[in-house]
């Protein structure tokens, strides 16, 4: 099926009525339709202009996750989520186009960051970000090449915004007795009993070493919903949204992953819509 190329965002849709669509500002998958009905969620007062991450889909969260907590590190000086996320991607094409799947390329190297973010973080890199459609299964796959001359420290993480009807009848499973860093609660260790994840409450952690959805070579999971004051907070957040959203976010942030010069990592996420 064609991809549609525009200004803003490039179209992939499939042979069986799926869809989904990617804005080249963060490279940000903005919707995945499994024929026809929306899976992600994308806040109503998400801006798309390009002066703000987008609140929604699967923001691409690199090379650190939240705020260095440690002043001296080299990503320090950088925005909360780092720079991916608010850096325009160049389109690099059609990888794969045929009955069964539709695969589209992005790129982003230090040149193509905006000037104050590669003054706060002067590194050379290469990212190349994958997005392949194939009906109720997308994945998001994310390459880094180190191109500088040293090694650099990075997190990596696939933010993602799931649309739900209703918050109270979410749950998350296949994390039970698996500890987390509870950012809630001034970032203590805690281990959860619980056969599965419920939502009653702001809830932000971080699960080192979780296995969640089909991850490739990202061994740690973050659980997001804002819930009622910190939805209030937001500007691009409805103050109802919170019931409509949970994010489930798998990446590399529970430590830095060090990358030598002229290596490459890899890593994504394969999610299945169980319809
Ligand atoms: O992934 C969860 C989290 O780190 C939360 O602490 C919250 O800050 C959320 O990300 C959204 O961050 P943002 O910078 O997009 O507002």
């Known amino acids: 099926m064609p991809v549609e190329v525009l200004e803003d965002k490039v179209i992939l849709k499939d042979s069986k009525g799926s869809s989904a669509e990617v804005y080249y500002f963060g490279a940000t998958v903005t919707s995945w339709k499994y024929r026809g009905k929306e899976l992600l969620f994308l806040s109503k007062k998400s801006l798309l202009d390009g002066t ?6 699967i923001p691409i969260i690199f090379p650190q996750f939240a705020k260095a907590t440690d002043s001296s590190a080299e990503t320090a000086a950088l925005p909360q989520h780092g720079l991916a996320r608010i850096s325009k991607f160049e389109w690099n094409g059609v990888s794969v186009d ?78 039970q007795n698996i500890s987390y860093i509870d950012k809630v609660k001034n ?31 990202l061994k ?17 957040f409805d103050d109802d949204e919170y019931k409509q959203m949970i994010c489930v976010e798998p990446g ?20 299945q819509y169980k319809h």
């Open 98 to 175: 045929n009955e069964s799947e539709v695969s589209v390329r992005f790129g982003l190297n230090n040149s193509q960051v905006p000037e104050n973010l590669q003054k706060d973080w002067p590194k050379k890199f290469k990212l190349i970000f994958t997005v392949t459609l194939n009906d109720d299964t997308l994945k998001t796959n994310l390459s880094v090449k180190n191109e500088d001359t040293a090694p650099f420290d990075f997190n990596v993480l696939l933010h993602t915004y799931y649309s739900v009807p209703d918050i109270s009848k979410v749950s998350v499973e296949g994390l």
């Open 52 to 57: 703000k991450g987008i609140r929604g889909g």
């Open 187 to 217: 970032f203590i260790t805690v281990v959860d009993n619980d056969k599965s994840v419920k939502f009653t409450q702001e809830t932000d952690r971080i699960y080192g070493n979780a296995f969640l959805l089909q991850r490739i070579n």
């Open 220 to 236: 740690d999971s973050v659980v997001w919903n804002p819930w009622i004051d910190k939805a209030k907070g937001m500007s691009d």
């Open 252 to 271: 590399h942030v529970a430590e830095y992953i060090i990358l030598k010069s002229e290596e490459s990592w890899e890593g994504g996420q394969i999610i």
